[in-house]
């Protein structure tokens, strides 16, 4: 049944919303968490607190599916139906998933509808159609000789995820890995686990084998831990923080070796050239500084500007950044929700004192609007004189904070860029092809953007360099690789 966005928010004011674990054929005892919205700090209802047991289950599950062969043994065009159907049961269902991440992160509801939910839907029927697609290679042999060059599923995987994009990022991960054959097992960020919760449940309505999917809410280091230290977990795809993914490695480590394949932090660059239509570029810098109440991983979050254009650009940014309204993330009309919890409010918060002592100066913003909801809203802030020492030139701070760096000449400009430990998305702007060109193969980034902000489509390659991940890339035909083993078979002619 399809549910509006209406009825999501009406059963979160009385506490109904629910996600638990789906093992099939298993009784989970774990306890409940309580589930609040940052919008407010309104208990909207439940999850499940995953346990060590509830994993060791969902992997004995998804390894015994694996062997028995009931999703990997079925050909690809037959797993391309069933994930076609969930794609459609997706896009039906798009408001009620789009309400569950506005309520549970506090994205603007209009975002949600517009952007996270048709991407999400993409995704999921990109792979499907992709899938039977996918060749494997003939060696070139003698005569005497056949060597084939097959990729076969890795086995039983591990997705676990952020909670800046919920829906998505469930989709970035799981399409792909489903899709070619893998078990797998979700562990949802715990701040964001509903919409993971129905569309799992969608899954089995498609016909997705149970044993195939699970879904293992929870804490991080607890279920998250669990799943990352498993000696019977293949590999482990994993989105959030490089604090977090470091200690995935570790897991990896002291335990079975399994693959890990890292998406984390940044701190991106958008490089203005004094030869940059201005007027064209701003929209661009606003969505890629400030979109998402820049809880973005590819947020580009330093303002690099040539120094004989920045007063005009930050009086035309300061324009632009009145119009970003503060407010409830319900309202359709709202561009700036809350921070999605209260601890991550008090460390972004942190930074407005902490750059003013550091010598930065306050351009616009930097209000607190405590008159709305639970008071976790930050308005667009704009920082200027910010040098490379600063916290807030080196430190993903994944609020809307926007640190302006100037420079004068193109090799100032392509080393400041480089200079962080991330490595995710760079944007230049400029109206000199050649410059930019030159320029953007300088970079240390995954994605480089000229004239805009752009993290890509489904069809491109999305991952980073440096500290911002590495071990495989989400979306494009690439993303199939991280799920993937390539084996060869000889055959000799006697
Ligand atoms: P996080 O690292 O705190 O959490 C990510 C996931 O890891 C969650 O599911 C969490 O429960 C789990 N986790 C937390 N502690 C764990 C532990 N000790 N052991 C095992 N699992 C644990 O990240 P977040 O705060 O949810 O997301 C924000 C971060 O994600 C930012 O740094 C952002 O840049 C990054 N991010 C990156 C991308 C990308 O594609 N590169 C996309 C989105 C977000």
Same mark, same amino acid.
């Given at each position: =049944?399809e ?22 054929g ?19 209802g ?30 690809p ?5 069933? =994930? ?69 599923p ?10 800046n ?16 054959? +893998? ?12 919409s ?10 498609? /016909? ?6 699970s ?14 230290r498993h ?18 490695l ?13 998406e ?22 606003m ?42 993330? =319900? ?5 700036i929700?809350? =921070? ?32 709305i ?9 704009i ?19 926007l ?5 004068n ?12 430990q ?52 989400? +979306? /494009? ?18």
């Amino acid at each position: =049944m399809e549910i509006s966005k209406e009825q999501v928010f009406e059963r979160a004011k009385k506490g109904k919303l629910w996600a638990g674990n789906l093992i099939e054929g298993y009784q989970s005892n774990a306890a409940k968490l309580e589930n609040r919205t940052p919008i407010d700090n309104s208990v909207i209802g439940y999850i499940a607190d995953g346990s060590v047991s509830d994993i060791d289950a969902a992997v004995s599950l998804a390894r015994s599916t694996f062997k028995a062969g009931n999703w990997r043994g079925l050909s690809p065009q037959q797993r391309k139906q069933v =994930m076609l159907r969930w794609a459609q049961l997706v896009e039906e269902h798009s408001e009620e998933l789009a309400a569950l991440d506005c309520i549970d992160a506090g994205k603007p509801i209009t975002e949600c509808l517009n952007t996270d939910l048709p991407a999400t839907i993409e995704t999921f029927y990109w792979y499907a159609e992709a899938v039977d697609k996918l060749f494997g290679k003939v060696a070139p042999t003698s005569q005497q000789e056949l060597g084939l060059i097959v990729h076969e599923p890795i086995g039983v995987v591990g997705a676990v995820l952020p909670w800046n994009f919920p829906a998505q990022m469930f989709a970035w991960k799981v399409a792909p890995a489903l899709a070619v054959g +893998n078990s797998v097992i979700v562990k949802p960020a715990e701040l964001t686990s509903l919409s993971a919760y129905r569309l799992v449940e969608l899954a089995y309505e498609a /016909g997705v084998p149970k044993g195939a999917l699970s879904l293992v809410c929870g804490l991080g280091e607890k279920v998250g831990e669990a799943l990352g230290r498993h000696s019977d977990v293949d590999m482990v795809s994993f989105t959030g923080s490089t604090e977090v993914g470091r200690l995935f490695l570790k897991y990896s480590a002291e335990s079975n070796l399994k693959e890990i394949v890292l998406e984390c932090g940044g701190k991106s660059p958008q490089v203005v050239f004094e030869d940059a239509d201005i007027d064209a570029a701003i929209p661009h810098i606003m969505a890629a500084a400030f979109w998402n109440m820049s809880e973005n991983c590819s947020c580009g979050s330093r303002l690099i500007v040539h120094e004989r254009i920045k007063s005009l650009l930050l009086e035309k940014l300061i324009a632009a950044a009145a119009l970003w309204k503060v407010g409830n993330p =319900m309202d359709a009309d709202v561009s700036i929700g809350p =921070m999605v919890e209260e601890a991550h409010f008090e460390k972004v918060k942190s930074f407005l004192a902490l750059t003013i002592k550091e010598g930065g100066h306050l351009v616009t913003g930097g209000k607190i609007h405590s008159e709305i909801g639970a008071g976790w809203y930050i308005e667009p802030t704009i920082f200027d004189d910010i040098t490379p020492q600063m916290s807030l030139f080196k430190q993903e701070v994944f609020g809307p904070i926007l640190a302006v760096t100037s420079f004068n000449t193109d090799e100032e400009a392509v080393a400041l860029a480089n200079d962080t430990q991330y490595g995710l998305a760079a944007s230049f702007y400029s109206q000199n092809i050649h410059r930019v060109m030159n320029i953007a193969r300088q970079i240390n980034a995954g994605t480089i953007s000229i004239n805009g902000f752009s993290e890509g489509n489904i069809t491109t390659p999305f991952g980073g360099f440096r500290q911002s991940g590495f071990g495989g890339k989400d +979306n /494009g035909i690439e993303a199939f690789e991280q799920y993937t083993q390539t084996k060869v078979i000889w055959f000799i002619n006697h």
